[in-house]
Each structure stands twice: as structure tokens, then as C-alpha cells.
């Protein structure tokens, strides 16, 4: 199966599966000379992992990376970074019913009529599992970039279902169960998902992410874009069906006179272009916005149809997040950092 590697300089390979023994990724082209330790990687992983909330999925897992290469005396050596991440909790009987059926909404019956096979335990390759690698590799890439640069990347919810969450502050991010920068909020959303649950349904989200302090200058024209990249890489991640840079759809309802970002000996005025012009940052911080969709595992019977193409409903037991996107802004960050990371070093493969 092709498709299951990022980056161009800094490039992440990603292997495994949902109830498979381990799963993990190859980071190859790490610079040397990094500090890294296991529990660097480790605390952005136990931001992911499940089981962290009720208003995630239950299952256990403890998600402890172990690195098995490209890293002697607790420094990187410029050779490839294996990460092994073991599966501890899986519970495949779950799926034992949904093993000839295909759940509405989820890639069960893409994967099958490609491949003309399918591993339903768990989504197998398709599950959301498989990011937890990718924020495991993400990891490297933020401390690299800070190291370096100076640069944060940092997200958190906006919305969920119906419920918009503005942003008050990044210090409510870490104290509360669903990323939001308005801690406020966290009663009535804990009631929504609270009756979410009971109802056996699912909400998407809409996840913000920011990257602070890169210089301007990164990103190549026309094809290699770095707004393209990064769409590229965010609709990669599970469950997002939409991707905005900067202003992005309300760009449609701007005036020029408004949405050009003026330009004074002390700056922008504005950051419509979401910190991207042409193709290459402007110095400006780089804003994305990603819609989520809903869960497709639910207990709500729904049709369909099974391997022979006939009719059947179906209902998905077992541990399921009620919203994805409630553990998708630590993703969202590694994503954003790979391609990042990946820019800063082909900048300086270029201009350096």
C-alpha cells in the first residue's frame, strides 16, 4: 500500500495497524546533534492518547513510544528514527459483526474495493490509531523548529457540533478535556457529549492551529507551495473533510480593499493570508482552520449494504470517540510542524 509517506527532506513513514502488535513510523532526515529523549515524544502523546476523558473512547492505551534507532548518547545522528508505539488494549471481537458489512460513512467499503481486502478490526489502517505516530514524529519536528527557530505551533477547538467556543486564552487549552481556549464552555459541552453518548450518535469539531515566530520565506512557488503542503498533510489526518488557510471561505464575502493584508515599515495590519503569500511564508503567524466530521462507528442503526451488496443495517459496538475531533488538535500540530520542519529545511537546502 502506497501513500504512507510525508515530506520531502523530513520525511515520516507510517506503519501499522489498529489492533496489530505495534504501530509507529520512520522519521529519516532528522537533522543530528538534537537532544532527544523518549519523553519528549512522550508528552505529546499522552495530549492524543485515548482514555483520557469519558467523552473519548474508553480504550486503555498507554501509548509509550520506544525508540529504536537514529538517536546514540541522547542526541539525534542524522540516520533514520524508528518509533514503536505497542498495542496493548485491542479488543477485535468488537468488530466480529461488522466483519461482512460496511459502516456508512467510513472507509471499510473504500479500502475493500480497492484492495479487494479488508482488516475490520478496528478500521485497521484506516483507524484514527494510526495518528498517533504522526504525532509522535510531530513531536521531533516542534522541537527541532523551537530549537532553531523559535517557532510554536500550538491548537485548539473552536467549535463542537453546534456549540463555537471563541478564544479567550492558550492557558485554558491544557485544562480542559476538549482543547478549547475558553474553559468556560466545558459544562455545556460536557452535557452535549454527555447526551451525544446516550443518543449512540456522533458530532464533528472544527480545530484551529497556529504556527508563531517562522521567519519569512519558506515555501516554493506554484507546485510545492506551502499553504498546498499543508492542506495536503491536514486532509491526510482522519475525519477532516475541509481545510482553510487564513481568512479562507470568508475571503469569498472580502472586498480587496479588505482582505489584502496592508503593509507598514512595522508590519502587517492584518493576517487574511493566514501567513502565506505565493506560496511562501510572510513572517506572520500561520493559521489553519480544519472542519472534522462525525464519528462513523455509531450504535444508531444505519444502512447498508454487505460483501455480496446486499441489504443490511448496521450498528457499530464496542469503544468509539462520540467526536474525533475532541483528540485531534495534538495531531493537527504535528501535522503542521512536519510540513514545517520539512520547509525550513528545504530553505535551507536552497537559500542557506
Known amino acids: 500500500m502506497s501513500g504512507n509517506t510525508l515530506g520531502t527532506l523530513f520525511c515520516v513513514t507510517n506503519f501499522g ?10 522519521v529519516d532526515g532528522c537533522p543530528p ?24 473512547t474508553q480504550r486503555q492505551e498507554a501509548d509509550q513510544v520506544e525508540i529504536l534507532s537514529g538517536v546514540f548518547e541522547g542526541k539525534t545522528t542524522g540516520t533514520p528514527i524508528a518509533l514503536l508505539i505497542r498495542n496493548t488494549d485491542a479488543r477485535s471481537k468488537d468488530y466480529s459483526a461488522i466483519a461482512d458489512t460496511f459502516r456508512p460513512g467510513h472507509a471499510d467499503f473504500t479500502y475493500f474495493n480497492k484492495y479487494g481486502e479488508r482488516d475490520p478490526r478496528g478500521g485497521g489502517r484506516s483507524s484514527a490509531r494510526l495518528t498517533a505516530p504522526t504525532v509522535a514524529a510531530g513531536a521531533i519536528a516542534k522541537k527541532w523548529l523551537t530549537e532553531h527557530f523559535g517557532v510554536t505551533v500550538r491548537g485548539y477547538m473552536s467549535q463542537l457540533g453546534p456549540i463555537a467556543m471563541p478564544f479567550v486564552s492558550w492557558d485554558h487549552v491544557p485544562n480542559n478535556p476538549f ?32 504556527a508563531e515566530g517562522l ?13 498546498a503542503d499543508i492542506a495536503h498533510a491536514m486532509m491526510g489526518l482522519n475525519a477532516v473533510k475541509g481545510v482553510e488557510i487564513g481568512a479562507g471561505f470568508k475571503s469569498i464575502e472580502q472586498r480587496g480593499s479588505v482582505h489584502g493584508d496592508e503593509i507598514t515599515p512595522d508590519g502587517f495590519l492584518t493576517n487574511n493570508a493566514g501567513g502565506v503569500l505565493g506560496g511562501i511564508s ?24 454487505n460483501r455480496a451488496g446486499e441489504p443490511v443495517l448496521v450498528q457499530t459496538l464496542g469503544r468509539h470517540d462520540p467526536c474525533v475531533g475532541i483528540r485531534a488538535t495534538p495531531i493537527a500540530e504535528a501535522l503542521l510542524a512536519l510540513i514545517l520542519i520539512d520547509h525550513a529545511l528545504r530553505h535551507r537546502a536552497q537559500c542557506g
Not at 17 to 26: D, L, R, T
Open 179 to 210: 482543547y478549547a481556549a475558553n474553559d468556560k464552555s466545558t459544562p455545556e459541552l460536557e452535557a452535549y457529549m454527555d447526551q451525544l453518548r446516550r443518543d449512540g450518535d456522533s458530532v464533528g469539531a472544527r480545530i484551529e492551529v497556529v
Open 215 to 227: 521567519p519569512a520565506g519558506w515555501g516554493e512557488p506554484i507546485y510545492d507551495r506551502l499553504d
Open 282 to 305: 510572510t513572517g506572520q503567524p500561520i493559521t489553519v482552520s480544519l472542519a472534522i466530521k462525525p464519528t462513523s462507528s455509531i450504535r444508531t442503526e444505519r444502512r447498508s449494504i
Open 17 to 26: 495497524e489498529s489492533h496489530g502488535p505495534a504501530i509507529g513510523c520512520v
Open 33 to 56: 546533534g538534537l537532544l532527544l529523549s523518549e519523553q519528549d515524544i512522550q508528552i505529546e502523546l499522552d495530549r492524543r492518547r485515548p482514555g483520557t476523558s469519558r467523552h473519548v
